[in-house]
């Protein structure tokens, strides 16, 4: 049996997807082709789940994820737009913007030639995103499941004057424990630790998760690895679009104050952000537009 959301396509979609509502209005994408599994919910145009074949899954989910509008989805890949972090000049606005909680509208789902899924959601100006962002936008995500997750996401400023954008796909990454792996790639990279109040510092070689994290590294658009020998992998983030990673792990107490991560929770995640933030956030003028893409693979060792 179809769900009504999918009699309600234009399109026709292809025999790796299904969609399903996983709660009322609530619907997810399913997807199970020849190099992976995938779970995208149209809300938040979020990928929540990705699983190649004969793999540990890449994305990691909280136990204590909440799917419901209007509340972001604690894991895989929220995307923090129209600004990373606490709003600049208002508090009472939410924490990263309002695309990771509004309803996108799904625009395609199609197979390529090489057997991989792809995936095109769309966002603008609603009555939902009008009581926190008044300027006219689209906002396009489009998503490519195979061998690499890639997601990109394209913001375009459709108002009268020039606007500035940060943003960051928050990406949360499975790792079989903090003792297990090291970060690389950021050797030598200046960041900000908003652990320590935006005190600034040079990274010394490898990351060790062995506290709370929570850095703005740049300029960063370098690869980054988590070498995890618990889970004998590598998973390799690049990106492009993008001068600023962020680096984040809640550590004991964050993560048991947040209801919907469960308290184990912080041993099994690192999220290593491709962002657009602080300095480099990104000033468009009227009818401008800029990408920002993150490419997700894994070699196992
Ligand atoms: O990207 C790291 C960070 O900004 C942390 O400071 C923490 O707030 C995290 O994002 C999660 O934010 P959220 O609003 O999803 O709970």
Redesign the pocket.
């Known amino acids: 049996m179809t769900d009504s959301f999918t009699n309600s396509l234009s399109f026709s979609l292809p025999n790796s997807v299904t969609i399903v509502d996983k709660a009322n209005n609530y619907p997810i994408i399913y997807i199970n082709n020849d190099y992976a599994q995938a779970e995208i919910a149209i809300n938040g145009a979020h990928v929540m789940h990705y699983q190649p074949k004969g793999q540990a899954p890449v994305l990691w989910l909280s136990e204590a994820a909440v799917f419901e509008k209007g509340h972001?989805i604690?894991g895989g890949i929220?995307l923090?737009w129209p600004w990373?972090?606490d709003h600049s000049n208002n508090p009472e606005l939410p924490?990263?913007g309002f695309a990771r909680n509004d309803s996108f509208e799904l625009i395609s789902i199609t197979s390529n030639a090489q057997g991989e899924t792809l995936i095109k959601l769309h966002l603008s100006n609603n009555t939902f995103n009008q009581a926190y962002w008044q300027e006219a936008f689209t906002l396009a995500v489009d998503i490519t499941v195979g061998e690499t997750l890639s997601v990109a996401m394209t913001m375009q400023n459709n108002s009268h004057s020039e606007l500035p954008f940060s943003s960051?796909l928050?990406s949360y990454f499975t790792i079989s424990d903090v003792d297990n792996i090291v970060v690389k790639g950021l050797d030598q990279t200046a960041y900000f630790d908003?652990v320590k109040s935006f005190e600034t510092g040079t990274q010394q070689g490898d990351i060790l998760i062995d506290r709370e994290i929570?850095r703005v590294y740049m300029p960063s658009n370098s690869p980054v690895s988590i070498i995890d020998k618990g889970l004998k992998r590598t998973l390799m983030i690049t990106k492009s679009g993008s001068q600023s990673t962020?680096v984040?792990n809640?550590w004991i107490d964050?993560a048991t104050a947040?209801s919907d991560f469960h308290n184990s929770g912080y041993r099994t995640m690192v999220?290593i952000?491709t962002a657009n933030a602080l300095d480099d956030t990104i000033v468009l003028g009227r009818g401008e537009s800029h990408t920002i893409l993150t490419n997700i693979s894994l070699e196992k060792h």
């Open positions: 972001a604690r929220p923090c990373f972090g924490a990263h960051a928050h908003k929570d962020v984040w809640p964050k947040m999220c952000e």
